[in-house]
């Protein structure tokens, strides 16, 4: 075991907790920011195991679910408007936490890979991982100005 995958299991085990506590507990609101933080957990996690186990194809995985798993979030507050309108969850120390874990990661992998068509994938997945994750927290807190029902 090396220290990719040291960095990779306590990803996962530290986000898998809180995932699980959250759609184990709580109004249907806790539930889709758990299935958000699942995204901004497992992502990251697979990066750090593609480097560890030396397999860029988990570098593909990440990305598929950096693009699809904020669509997932937005569907999921989309579809539950009418449940979610009594209280909307506060949730952002815990986006800024999940934009931050993923831009360590990525940065860290960056430096570890250099400079070229890698590098650049990694700075895509992790625009896509940031941005989507900011994006989906703020849908969920209360939605954007001028946007009915989202």
Not at 110 to 138: F, Q, S, W, Y
Request: with cysteine; aromatic share 6%; net charge positive.
């Amino acid at each position: 075991m090396n220290g990719w995958m040291l960095a990779a299991t306590v990803v996962l085990g530290g986000g898998g907790a809180a995932a699980l506590w959250g759609v184990a507990t709580g109004p249907p609101a806790r539930r889709v920011i758990a299935q958000n933080l699942t995204t901004s957990a497992v992502c990251p996690a697979l990066l750090l195991l593609a480097q560890g186990y030396g397999r860029p194809a988990y570098v593909d995985l990440a990305l598929l679910l950096a693009l699809l798993g904020p669509v997932g979030t937005l569907v999921f507050a989309r579809l539950l408007t009418g449940d979610l309108d009594g209280g909307r969850p506060g949730a952002w120390k815990l986006t800024w936490a999940a934009a931050a874990l993923g831009l360590g990661v990525v940065v860290a992998l960056c430096v570890a890979t250099g400079p070229g068509r890698a590098m650049v994938k990694l700075l895509v997945i992790g625009a896509l991982l940031i941005g989507g994750n900011v994006i989906a927290g703020r849908a969920l807190s209360g939605g954007f100005k001028g946007v009915s029902g989202g």
